[in-house]
């Protein structure tokens, strides 16, 4: 396809329908019966240094030899087993295989602490863990020891002679657990309600929540998707964003298995550049991090050539963005669109060549996107698409079209989702997309589901005439960074604060990569900081010594271990001058005026990003 395509292609007729799939399971069977010899996945053989594919029928036998395995373990219909591995088909397996004996999956960060990722096994009641390799064990093996109810634990790449040096009976290598021969196992005859996940969120307490989704809730959203988006057999996503993570799990994974098309995994967020010109993939799904960052890297660059070459990038994006706004039929033909072929030819095509060359459909959602940041790859020639969703609706609520893209908005709701606004102009969501509830929390789900099943999202948003959504701000303090992860600033606070050195606190990291502290140490906290630091006790001095930041860091750290780790400090910005109502850094009830103090910090706030961890 042209990487700068002006139209879609003819709606893909093959959907699977909704009510031939009824449950995920469901989903995965039709699609083998209806596509055994398509190439389903591509992943990296590390051994054989080389890309190897899966048919759909390569799946399907390699899902039965998994379902014996977990037939062997005296499982029932509805017991939870827990995934924590990076993306690949054998994820697909593990998922498939259970889901097809009516168990619960629970999924898992790679990259999370022991800690968190222990507590949500023993909240989830999980009776067997997959993990990728025996490093992931020995960080979590202490706190699982606690976990009775964990009966066994799987590890995907790990040879026996290793596993034999481990000191729990519990603990099996893949190719030892796997059975040498499958069997047929009776499948479970789930009923579409029935719950199929339960997806650990960030809560007000800083523990997670469990989220439990229904079958029909993943299913009924990935379906919508189809609605609105066109993915065929022809074409290839490239996966990145953990499965763990909701936003790829409905979009990368269900959406594309309805379609037929093809999911080619990722080796690692390092070597992404060279996977997108490998794998030259026609659609990207991901959040808004990943093209921040690809923006970022456009913009070194641009900045270390000539001053001709910035100038001919912005004509190419300012020229590419009228066509945009001609094509959404917001503003009429120019006379500069004669010079598109050139522009075309000279900055765009060589940036998209970049990308693999191939890319007409990107969806981004989870956070929202910077608009310098949109506006430069739509003037390109890249529709991004973005959307708006949460773990609790499956997650996609709405999304942009490629006929109807208002950049500034996150599009009309999905076929099958409501949108209302309620009080105090909250965002408020039916369909069935939304959850079943908050696993063992029925407190926390009736904070957020009214009996009527109408979802607060905690979003402030306006709904103009045509039925798009803005989003215009939160009831609630909640930081959401640029890969979709949602913090409750508050909780990180209070408990930075039980350590006594630090007198007031704010975390910051609103849109951006990682989270940051602004920190006012008291009068104690300063004498301990010099004095470690061998300085003399001038907190003017020592807010800017970077030895001091790493004492603070390390403090910061101790006190918030319990959080899950996408939620760690990075930057600490040490300030000297306290925040007080007078100052009016503070409310009458001495509350922080969390804006006031970032404006009055934004150019020290600034100069901590640019320099980045």
């Known amino acids: 396809m042209n990487q700068t395509t002006d139209f879609a292609p003819a709606r893909n007729t093959e ?28 992943d990296y053989d590390v051994d054989q240094e080389k890309w190897r594919d899966y048919t759909w029928d390569d799946m399907a036998s390699a899902v039965k030899f998994w379902q014996t395995a977990l037939s062997r373990e005296n499982l029932a219909p509805g017991d ?39 507590w949500c096994l023993d909240n989830a009641g999980a009776r067997l863990l997959l993990l990728e390799n025996l490093t992931q064990w020995e960080e979590m093996r202490e706190a699982a020891a606690r976990l009775r109810q964990l009966k066994c634990i799987v590890i995907l790449n790990a040879a026996t002679k290793d596993i034999n040096q481990v000191n729990d009976e519990r603990v099996i290598a893949l190719q030892d657990w796997l059975p040498e021969t ?26 997670p929540k469990g989220v439990m989704l229904s079958h029909h809730n993943i299913l009924s959203n990935a379906y919508g998707c189809t609605r609105i988006v066109t993915v065929t057999p022809d074409d290839i996503l490239l996966s ?72 001919l990038f912005q004509l190419a994006v300012g020229v590419g963005y009228s066509r945009f706004e001609y094509r959404q039929k917001r503003i009429g033909w120019q006379l500069s669109f004669l010079l598109w072929p050139l522009l075309d030819r000279l900055v765009a095509s060589k940036v998209m060549a ?31 698409l973005q959307g708006y969703g949460l773990t609790e609706t ?25 949108v209302r606004l309620g009080e105090q102009n909250a965002l408020l969501i039916h369909g069935p997309n939304v959850m079943l509830g908050y696993w063992n929390n029925p407190e926390a789900t009736r904070a957020i589901l009214s009996p009527d099943g109408w979802l607060n999202s905690g979003d402030t948003a306006h709904i103009d005439a045509q039925g798009r959504i803005t989003i215009t701000g939160r009831l609630k303090d909640i930081i959401v960074t640029s890969t979709g992860e949602k913090i409750p600033p508050a909780d990180m606070e209070a408990a930075i604060l039980r350590d006594p050195i630090f007198e007031q606190v704010m975390v910051i990291g609103e849109g951006r ?26 907190p003017d001095a ?21 959080f899950p780790g996408y939620a760690k400090i990075h930057r600490a910005l040490l300030i000297s001058d306290p925040w007080t109502v007078e100052n009016e850094m503070l409310t009458p009830t001495l509350k922080l005026k969390r804006k006031k103090i970032y404006e009055r910090n934004q150019i020290d706030i600034e100069k901590l990003y640019a320099t980045g961890r």
């Not at 909704?18 to 398509?38: I, K, N, Q, Y």
């Not at 690949?88 to 790679?110: D, H, I, N, R, S």
């Not at 499956?394 to 409501?418: F, K, Q």
């Not at 602004?518 to 006790?537: D, F, Q, S, Y």
Request: charged share 20%.
């Open 394 to 418: 499956s997650p996609v609520v709405s999304a942009n079209r490629l006929d109807d893209n208002l950049p500034a908005s996150v599009g009309r709701p999905i076929p099958g989702v409501e």
């Open 240 to 311: 990145f964003l953990p499965l763990s993570h909701t936003f790829e799990r409905t979009a990368g994974y269900y959406v594309p298995m309805l379609c037929g098309a093809t999911i080619a995994y990722a080796r690692s967020s390092r070597q992404l550049p060279e996977d997108l010109l490998i794998i030259r993939p026609t659609i990207l799904i991901s959040v808004p991090r990943i093209y921040e960052k690809i923006h970022t890297g456009i913009q070194a660059k641009l900045a270390e050539g000539p001053a001709v070459s910035r100038w």
């Open 15 to 42: 959907v699977i329908p909704l009510e031939t799939a009824r449950t995920l399971d469901g989903l995965f069977r039709e699609r083998v019966r209806r596509s055994p010899a398509a190439v389903a996945y591509r």
């Open 513 to 538: 990569s990682y989270l940051s502290a602004l920190v006012v140490p008291g009068k104690r906290g300063w004498e301990m900081i010099a004095t470690h630091c061998n300085a003399k006790n001038d």
């Open 80 to 118: 939870r087993v827990a995934i924590m591995v990076r993306n690949c088909p054998q994820w697909v397996m593990f998922e498939q295989a259970a889901l097809g004996l009516g168990l619960v999956v629970v999924p898992l960060y790679t990259e999370d602490r022991a800690e968190n990722a222990t």
């Open 542 to 562: 020592l807010a800017c010594d970077e030895y001091a930041e790493e004492i603070v860091l390390e403090k910061i750290a101790r006190q918030i271990s319990e």
């Open 182 to 207: 499958p069997e047929d196992i009776p499948l479970a005859e789930n009923d579409p309600h029935s719950l199929a996940t339960i997806v650990y969120t960030s809560g007000t307490t800083g523990r």
């Open 354 to 384: 970049k990308l693999g060359g191939r890319l007409w459909q990107v969806m981004s959602g989870g956070a929202a996107l910077s608009p310098d940041v949109s506006r430069v790859f739509i003037g390109l020639g890249l529709p991004i």
